[in-house]
């Protein structure tokens, strides 16, 4: 069985494009990452796509095809809806498409529009990932979410607001020096702390903004790669998805993502490796608790262990554990379908030495992305690793 | 005017919250949801009956909300909170409290009341 190798990517600036159409986000990206592999567009196969809000935001729905021709792609495209999950579920399925021999050239990607309904309007359609019935009407938002599943964490684990916002500030340096980041300032842990509450626990800088953007990625098989002289050496080796409840209310345990935990197992066995094997990580912190979850469903912390690694350095570009050296969706931005195949796009420049913040492990092979879709009711996680 | 679309079963749940008369779903097995549903998702039963909802719950967690959803706009601040009813846990709005004296642990009251944006009705709980 191959394992897909990245023969190029391409990611938009994330930020507030109010008058850029997801299409128009779409079509950078898609040629970005076209050109930069090498690869004829006439020999794609597949397109897989991901993106959340187009009714809602964009009045457009049916985005496959268009976003196929979008990037002068002729051929069967198909759009994944997962949350924020989203392109995470897309470069699943194309991973599928080309292990099973039904491909050998797939374009993966996602965009997202969502600064031009205003934060307002973008705080209701990101609800529409959690339970209408029994969550939205009650009043949550997914700030909310987060912040009940924190406030759970703290009262089992221990752990504070404080520690929350090293998060933010790690991810916050991290992104000073990533031109693709919406956000490349700096903070400091004064400044997370006394930012307005949005959900308490949860303040302003616990959150990731409201982003439009877009990024695609062009996979191909082994031989494909081989037989075009292509410049992929960083492959997939592993893919794995799990599901959970929906509304966190019928959830046996709120400091924990078991959805992960299942996502996690599946691609690690499916790479045949661990934990302990892997150099880098970009994770789905759409909100600061949501690293410390992530880090720990991926097996890097344990349950508990995870909500210190910020602050003791662990997790940063200096130490053991780099975790989200694009800045994470905190300070990269969220550009929801997006943010999946950003995150594959990320290991892979950080593996083969093209990323800003590469020089963090310098020496690294193996890299895991993590793609959260709602209060983590769908994960997908992949692996990357250097094949040469 | 024509009445808003019902939601089937939900609506049906908080009817019976306003008549002090809730109930939850329980499968063979002991496992508690709401409705609607005719599968346990945690043992694939479909063998579901209705069960009388304790009058008082727990709360499990909470926050206070200060960025709304525009159907909530003119509700913030409220506290949304999701508290343990035995086999069920439920999530509403904390009412009749100081969102700074809400607490994890605290007991709660169930009921119906409306939203101050909407006038929709939506699942409140009050300190007991």
């Not at chain 1, 909100?287 to 350095?313: C, K, N, Q, R, W």
């Not at chain 1, 020089?359 to 993590?370: K, N």
């Not at chain 2, 709304?68 to 009749?96: C, H, K, M, W």
Request: aromatic share 6%; glycine share 12%; proline share 6%.
């Amino acid at each position: 069985m191959t394992d897909p190798r990245i023969a190029g990517a391409g990611v938009t600036k994330f930020g507030k494009h109010p008058e850029r159409t997801g299409r128009d986000l779409f079509a950078e990206a898609g040629l970005e990452a076209l050109d930069q592999s090498g690869v004829d567009p006439d020999d794609v196969d597949a397109l897989y796509y991901g993106n959340f809000m187009g009714e809602l935001a964009e009045h457009q729905g049916h985005q496959g095809p268009l976003m196929a021709e979008a990037i002068g792609v002729d051929a069967p495209a198909t759009r994944l809806e997962a949350a924020c999950a989203s392109a995470g579920a897309a470069v699943r399925e194309a991973v599928k498409t080309l292990r099973n021999g039904e491909a050998e050239v797939v374009v993966v990607g996602g965009a997202e529009r969502m600064t031009n309904i205003g934060t307002a309007a973008a705080t209701d359609a990101l609800a529409i990932a959690a339970d209408d019935l029994y969550e939205i009407r009650a009043g949550m938002t997914f700030p909310g979410a987060y912040a009940l599943m924190a406030r759970v964490y703290f009262e089992e684990f221990g752990g504070s607001h404080e520690d929350l916002a090293h998060v933010a500030v790690k991810n916050h340096e991290h992104a000073v020096v990533n031109d693709h980041a919406q956000i490349q300032k700096e903070i400091t842990l004064e400044d997370a702390l006394e930012a307005p509450t949005i959900a308490s626990p949860l303040g302003l800088y616990d959150s990731c903004p409201i982003t439009d953007g877009a990024a695609a990625a062009v996979l191909t098989t082994e031989e494909y790669a081989d037989e075009h002289d292509l410049d992929a050496p960083v492959a997939i080796s592993g893919t794995g998805q799990g599901s959970d409840n929906l509304a966190l209310q019928d959830r046996p345990h709120l400091a924990r993502t078991p959805a992960a935990d299942k996502a996690t197992d599946e691609a690690y066995s499916d790479a045949g490796i661990g934990p302990d094997d892997v150099d880098v990580a970009e994770v789905h912190d759409c909100f600061t608790i949501a690293e410390v979850l992530a880090i720990e469903s991926l097996g890097l912390y344990e349950p508990g262990e995870g909500i210190h690694a910020a602050a003791d350095g662990e997790t940063t570009r200096h130490g053991e554990m780099p975790v989200n050296l694009s800045g994470g969706l905190k300070a990269k931005g969220h550009p929801v379908g997006a943010t999946g195949v950003a995150q594959l796009a990320t290991i892979a420049w950080v593996l083969d030495g093209t990323h800003p913040r590469a020089d963090a492990v310098p020496d690294g092979t193996v890299g895991v992305a993590h793609n959260a879709g709602g209060t983590v009711a769908s994960t997908t996680v992949h692996v990357l690793e250097v094949q040469e | 005017m024509t009445d808003p679309t019902r939601n089937g079963e939900f609506d049906d749940w908080l009817d019976s919250l306003s008549d002090g008369d809730g109930y939850y779903v329980e499968c063979d097995e002991g496992h508690g949801w709401l409705p609607p549903r005719r599968v346990c998702p945690d043992c694939g039963s479909r063998e579901l009956a209705d069960v009388s909802l304790p009058d008082t719950g727990e709360i499990a967690t909470h926050t206070t909300i200060t960025v709304p959803t525009p159907q909530f706009e003119n509700d913030a601040p409220y506290v949304t909170a999701i508290a343990d009813f035995g086999p069920v846990s439920i999530t509403g709005l904390v009412r009749g409290a100081d969102p700074e004296d809400v607490a994890i642990g605290d007991v709660v009251g169930i009921g119906v009341g409306e939203r101050e944006t909407t006038g929709e009705r939506a699942v409140v709980f009050r300190p007991r």
